[in-house]
């Protein structure tokens, strides 16, 4: 583990600085983990609440500032290679193999935006390694534990049962995980569970994407990484690091063939994925290839960021620190005016970029379903013949939200789109004296 050390400390301190300075802002989903972090509960709508309890504390240590809302994750980060090499070890693989497993999972890809974002599947995956490694060592109530930790962040941690015989007290202990999201779900109409049974049922599946799952997968660990987990299996595979992530993968790329399945699905696997290629490949020449052209294509991504729309990987993450300047540009002043917009995305990127971080409102005029802001209070509430500001991006300069805006103000005022990164366009739009009148109420989960 000593060898392993100083790599992971340089990863940290890179990463650091990229979070600090480099142009990749917020995500949409981290800028709305964020807002749950102001308004900390025992559940929201369709997450559990350890995002944002995590993002609390990242945040009343450094503030609601880009570092703050990512710290925990580049400790989480940190400590995922360690718990991979002991699983390694406890695994019964050598101190050598370990370390290239916890190496190779580090310099990934999927190691170093573990390490960067803030999202709900770093904090069960670090809670996945560590019950997997007690179930190696056949430690059944510390596992229990460590899968309630882990439901604190995503569900699909209890499929590691799935992969040993049921010991029916240490399941019931598992279920502790649930209880904040059942409270919450109890007090909100079970919303949670509506939310993902209106996903399960929805009459018109969306389009397969067997190829895009695959190369996605691919893209989390780099090719040749993942060429390397794909021909390391052999005739004897183990139950846990060997078939629980072949188990997994398989059953996902399936499920492509019919439904599209998102690429981060399966990204908590490939931790145990790593031990098992690690133990089996001999060739050290192939394993330092590995540990050397990932961060590489990593490099390459980050650099191409900038071109253009098309080639950037992180499109959805750049541009959001010019929300600010142009607010206030077009007169926005925040202890006078209110800012709202009509996705939940772009609600929560405005309640962090926006100037003094007040928090804006989701106005539904598409009718999409409802979402966490669907709980907390409405404009009605609070802005009734008061003045907002109503942004948008696009990646087009449609300009037709006059029309949809003004039943409900007084007058509507378009500014100037402004491209704040290459193919984002962001529309401004002063709307005055709100009349207290909303869209239709969605019954859509």
């Not at 534990?145 to 202990?173: D, M, R, T």
């Not at 959805?316 to 540009?329: F, K, Y």
Request: hydrophobic share 45%; glycine share 4%.
């Amino acid at each position: 583990m000593k060898r392993l050390l100083p790599y992971l400390l340089i990863k940290a301190l890179l990463i650091l600085i990229l979070i600090l300075f480099s142009p990749i802002r917020l995500s949409p989903d981290e800028a709305q983990y964020w807002t749950w972090s102001r308004h900390l509960d025992w559940g929201y709508y369709s997450k559990p609440p350890g995002i944002a309890w995590q993002i609390w504390l990242g945040t009343y240590l450094f503030g609601p500032t880009e570092l703050g809302v990512r710290f925990l994750s580049l400790i989480i980060g940190f400590f995922i290679p360690l718990a991979t090499y002991r699983l390694a070890i406890k695994s019964n693989c050598t101190p050598e193999q370990s370390f290239w497993a916890g190496l190779l999972l580090a310099l990934s890809p999927l190691g170093i935006l573990s390490s960067f974002f803030a999202i709900t599947d770093v904090g069960m995956t670090l809670f996945f390694i560590l019950a997997t490694t007690a179930l190696v060592q056949k430690k059944i109530l510390p596992c229990a534990f460590y899968i309630a930790c882990g439901a604190l962040f995503k569900w699909p941690i209890y499929i590691l049962w799935l992969f040993h015989p049921w010991n029916i007290p240490a399941i019931i202990v598992s279920l502790f995980g649930l209880t904040p999201s059942l409270i919450w779900n109890a007090q909100h109409d079970w919303a949670t569970f509506q939310h993902v049974g209106s996903t399960i049922a929805v009459t018109t599946p969306s389009p397969p994407n067997p190829l895009e799952f695959f190369f996605a997968q691919m893209a989390l660990l780099s090719p040749v990484i993942f060429c390397l987990y794909l021909f390391s299996y052999r005739k004897k595979i183990p139950p846990l690091t060997g078939l629980v992530p072949a188990t997994i993968l398989l059953t996902l790329l399936i499920s492509s063939s019919f439904q599209k399945i998102q690429g981060n699905w399966a990204s908590f696997v490939y931790p145990l994925a790593l031990v098992y290629t690690a133990s089996q490949i001999t060739n050290r020449l192939l394993l330092r290839l590995g540990a050397i052209t990932a961060p590489l294509l990593f490099l390459i991504v980050l650099l191409l960021a900038p071109l253009s729309y098309r080639t950037n990987a992180f499109r959805h993450n750049m541009g959001w620190d010019n929300i600010a300047p142009q607010l206030l540009q077009a007169g926005y002043i925040p202890d006078e005016h209110f800012l709202f917009s009509d996705k939940y995305q772009m609600t929560s990127l405005l309640s962090f970029y926006g100037p003094e971080q007040h928090q804006a409102y989701f106005f539904n005029l598409q009718g999409s379903r409802k979402n966490q802001f669907s709980y907390w209070p409405q404009m009605p509430d609070k802005e009734l013949f008061n003045t907002g500001y109503f942004v948008r991006v696009e990646h087009t300069l449609r300009n037709n939200f006059i029309e949809e805006l003004s039943p409900y103000f007084a007058s509507v005022i378009p500014y100037p789109a402004t491209e704040i990164s290459p193919g984002m366009y962001l529309l401004i739009y002063r709307c005055t004296l709100y009349n207290g009148n909303t869209p239709p109420v969605t019954s859509h989960y």
